[in-house]
């Protein structure tokens, strides 16, 4: 069985500041990991998914199958980056669902 | 333009009083699923439809059951609620078979309360 695992619930940094978001992740097979955000009274969304190797935001993330870790990072942290974020897996193969993260609360400071 | 809809957004009922809550869609996704999320928890998926199949996870309690009547809709039915089954119900889409079928688009959710 897969599991995401997020080691920080709270995350508080200063405006301007460098930001990442730990996730690391167990599976045996080869996953697909997914960044989705949660923005206050929103609903959630993808921010990103490591097969497309886009910047979002400002946001990258890259996939480390040696560390099995798919952090997320931003070299500048906004304020407007306030959010909840929750790193999430999809099994290898045709499998639809998502195992996630227990969520990280980011919060920029002024 | 809402494209996933969850109704009612907040939910009070009884312990042991059934309850039923609906989601509809204008994605004309052919995957719905549903997820509980406990307060500080991750997301945890009950179940999905793929079209009219249904894949049940195998932690999901019998107590929760589901309905799509059509591609547009898809219910939760809790039986018999208990304290524990207070809750945000999230309902997701997605397309299988395009390109970004992994996206899952999300509902607001609905928050259930169990008195």
């Known amino acids: 069985a897969q599991r995401v695992t997020q080691p920080e619930k709270l995350l508080s940094v200063f405006k301007g500041a460098p930001v990442e978001l730990k996730c690391n992740y167990s599976?045996?097979?080869?996953?697909?990991l997914f960044w989705y955000v949660q923005y206050s009274r929103q609903r959630l969304q993808l921010l990103l998914r490591?097969?497309s190797r886009e910047s979002i935001k400002g946001f990258t993330a890259d996939l480390n199958k040696g560390e099995t870790s798919f952090h997320l990072k931003k070299p500048f942290a906004q304020e407007e980056d306030s959010a909840m974020y929750y790193c999430a897996l999809r099994a290898s193969g045709s499998a639809r669902q998502l195992t996630f993260g227990s969520g990280t609360q980011l919060t920029v400071l002024p | 333009d809402a494209m996933v809809i969850q109704n009612p957004r907040y939910q009070v009922t009884q312990f042991g009083k059934p309850v039923t809550l609906s989601c509809s869609q204008t994605l004309n996704h052919n995957v719905m699923y549903w997820y509980q999320q406990k307060s500080s928890q991750a997301p945890k998926l009950l179940f999905h439809y793929y079209d009219k199949d249904f894949n049940n996870e195998a932690d999901t309690p019998d107590n929760f059951q589901s309905r799509r009547p059509n591609t547009s809709f898809c219910f939760l039915d809790i039986r018999s609620p208990g304290l524990g089954d207070a809750a945000m119900y999230l309902c997701a889409t997605s397309r299988q078979g395009s390109v970004n079928y992994n996206e899952q688009f999300f509902g607001p959710g609905t928050r259930l309360t169990v008195l």
């Open positions: 490591h097969i």
């Open positions: 599976y045996s097979g080869s996953p697909e």
